[in-house]
C-alpha cells in the first residue's frame, strides 16, 4: 500500500517536473517570438523622419538650400527622404538613398531648421494628389513650372515654399522667388488662385508653362 502511494508521488513528481520544463521552453520561445517586432520598431524609429519630397527640390551636388533655385536640376515631388539628424543650420537626409544635406540657409530667423524640414519632408506622398490634377497642370509640376490658375498647394509642389525671409507668411498676396541669385519673380494671388506672374521676360521664359 504503502509502496504503491510513493510510486505515486514519484510518478506525480516526474510530471510536475516535466510541465514545468515545457512552460520554461514556451516562455522562452514567446520571448524570441517578441524579439524580432523590436527589433524592426528599433530599425525604422532610426530615423528622425521619413517621408517624401513635399515638392520639386532644386539641388547643387549633395546641398538643397531653401532659397531653391529654380535654374539647377530637381528632385522630382514625391522622392522618398529620410531624415538621418539635424545639426545647426543644416540636416543631414538620405534621398531615395542617397546621402545629402538640406541647408537652411535664409529663412533662419523666421522659422527653425526642424521647421523648415518638416515642410521639405511630407508625410504623405504628394504624388497622389498630383495625379488628380488636370493634365495641365500636372505637366507644369513635372518641369518645375508654373501656370495661371494654380492653387497655393500645386505653386509648392511646382516650385516649393518661397523663402521665408522674403515670404513669411503663406497667406500673402505676393510670393517671392528665385530663378538665380539675381533673378527674382514673383507669384501674385487672388484667393487661393495664381492671378499673374511677374519678372523679368528672360526669367519668366523659364518658369512659366507653355
Known amino acids: 500500500m504503502f509502496g504503491e502511494t510513493s ?10 517536473r516535466i510541465l514545468g520544463v515545457l512552460i520554461c521552453v514556451a516562455t522562452a520561445l514567446a520571448g524570441c517570438k517578441t524579439l524580432e517586432p523590436r527589433q524592426d520598431s528599433e530599425a525604422k524609429s532610426a530615423y528622425l523622419r521619413s517621408g517624401y519630397a513635399c515638392c520639386n527640390l532644386h539641388y547643387n551636388r549633395d546641398w538643397i538650400s531653401d532659397s531653391n533655385l529654380a535654374q539647377l536640376p530637381f528632385i522630382p515631388a514625391g522622392t522618398p527622404i529620410n531624415l538621418n539628424s539635424i545639426s545647426g543650420y543644416r540636416a543631414y537626409v538620405e534621398v531615395d538613398g542617397k546621402s545629402m544635406r538640406l541647408g537652411h540657409d535664409f529663412g533662419r530667423a523666421q522659422e527653425s531648421t526642424e521647421q523648415w524640414v518638416n515642410k521639405i519632408i511630407a508625410l504623405s506622398d504628394p504624388r497622389l494628389k498630383i495625379a488628380k490634377f488636370s493634365p495641365t497642370v500636372q505637366k507644369a509640376i513635372a518641369r518645375g513650372q508654373l501656370v495661371k490658375g494654380m492653387t497655393k498647394e500645386q505653386v509648392i509642389m511646382a516650385v516649393g ?7 513669411p507668411r503663406l497667406d500673402a498676396p505676393m510670393w517671392r522667388y528665385w530663378w538665380s541669385s539675381f533673378g527674382p519673380y514673383y507669384v501674385h494671388w487672388s484667393g487661393n488662385v495664381v492671378s499673374k506672374i511677374d519678372g523679368h521676360p528672360e526669367t519668366l521664359s523659364h518658369v512659366i508653362y507653355r
Not at 7 to 16: C, E, N, P, Y
Open 7 to 16: 510510486v505515486k508521488k514519484s510518478t506525480f513528481i516526474r510530471h510536475l
Open 161 to 167: 515654399f518661397p523663402q521665408t525671409d522674403h515670404t
